[in-house]
Structures are given as C-alpha cells and as structure tokens.
Nanobody
C-alpha cells in the first residue's frame, strides 16, 4: 500500500507563504498523477491543484497565480507552494496519488492524512 505523508502546514498571516510537501513511499510515484485537495470547515473537499506524471498542471481558478504545484520524482515528493495566502485558503490540505498518469481519475487514488493550513491575523 502507498503511504503519503504531508508536511509544511501551519499558521500564517494573510499575504504570507507556505510550502506543503507530500512524500510517497512508493517508487512508482514517477508514473502517477499527484494532486492537492482541500476541505474548509463546513465545506466539501475540492481540488486545488494537480500534476501529471509528465508535469502538466491544473489549478482551481481561485488559486491561479498564487499557488504552484511541482514534483521531484527523485525524492518521490510533490509540493504545493502557496503565496499571497488569504483567510479563505484556510483548510485541511490533502495530498493524493492518482491511479494513472493523468489527473482525470485523481480522486480515486490514495489519500494522505492531511495537514492544517490556517491563514489569520
């Protein structure tokens, strides 16, 4: 079974930055799509960003220009760089490894346990 461990969450003031990391236990990381979802209090879990095995990325509109997803296949790790953070970015952020190389079936993959991001003064 795949194990995904998120790190990098925490408390930050509006306008600040955080970088989330997700380390995978599986060597097949390099051929799988990866992504980040988030779930705010009282809301459904939503896709934030995703990246294919080949490096193609997609973002939800509300984070475009502020967040960047990247991957380091040598380290079996995916990152989410979050800049210009807003209070509405507050959520639990979940890493996911998709079952295939593209991200159209990402939600059917393996989930991490999540890391809390809180943006407040």
């Amino acid at each position: 079974q795949v194990q995904l461990v998120e790190s990098g969450g925490g408390n930050v003031q509006p306008g600040g930055s955080l970088r989330l990391s997700c380390a995978a236990s599986e060597s097949i990381f390099s051929i799988r799509a990866m992504g980040w979802y988030r779930q705010a209090p009282g809301k459904q879990r939503k896709l934030v960003a995703a990246i294919t095995s080949g490096g193609t990325t997609t973002y939800t509109d509300v984070v475009k220009g502020r967040f960047t997803i990247s991957r380091d296949n040598a380290k079996n790790t995916v990152y989410l760089q979050m800049n210009s953070l807003k209070p509405e970015d507050t959520a639990v952020y979940y890493c996911i490894m998709g079952p295939y190389s593209d991200y159209h079936t990402l939600e059917f993959g393996s989930w991490g346990q999540g890391t809390q991001v809180t943006v407040s003064s």
